[in-house]
């Protein structure tokens, strides 16, 4: 049986709402995932995908939560929903997460975002919505 995980609620900021372009967002990603730590070199793009999809719809669900107290639920979420065949070793799932959650400017929740591996922030192609 499950566990039902409580997460601090989130503080509301009027008037602002979180708008990713996911199109543009995957084009970046097209170009830029060999360089990634997840990639496994000869891999194509579209293996990725569905994984990429994944990781930006939980952003745009709890990008005011930072990712470390997410991973548990994640990892379930994705396992539930991907078949065995095509979801990709969590460790390297965690990892695009960790991409995803750091190019949106969101809370890791960890040193990792100030310090860790390709810790600068990319310019990720959102806008707020106004």
């Known amino acids: 049986m499950g566990s039902i995980h409580r997460y601090p609620p989130r503080q509301a900021v009027t008037g602002k709402c979180e708008v990713v372009d ?3 967002e995957l084009e970046e990603w097209r170009t830029d995932i060999p ?3 997840f990639y496994e ?3 194509a793009f579209t293996r ?24 548990h639920t994640l990892e379930q979420r994705y396992e539930e929903r991907f078949d065995h065949f095509d979801r990709l070793d ?23 975002q100030a ?11 959102r806008q707020p919505y106004t």
């Open 48 to 71: 990725y995908e569905p994984s990429l999809l994944f990781a930006y719809d939980s952003y745009l669900q709890y990008h005011q939560v930072p990712l470390n107290g997410l991973l």
């Open 22 to 24: 996911v199109k543009a």
């Open 35 to 37: 360089a990634h730590a």
């Open 90 to 112: 969590w460790r390297h799932m965690e990892n695009l997460l960790r991409q995803v959650w750091r190019r949106m400017g969101a809370p890791l929740g960890d040193d990792r």
């Open 115 to 125: 310090h860790g591996p390709e810790a600068r922030p990319q310019a990720p192609l």
């Open 41 to 43: 070199p000869g891999t």
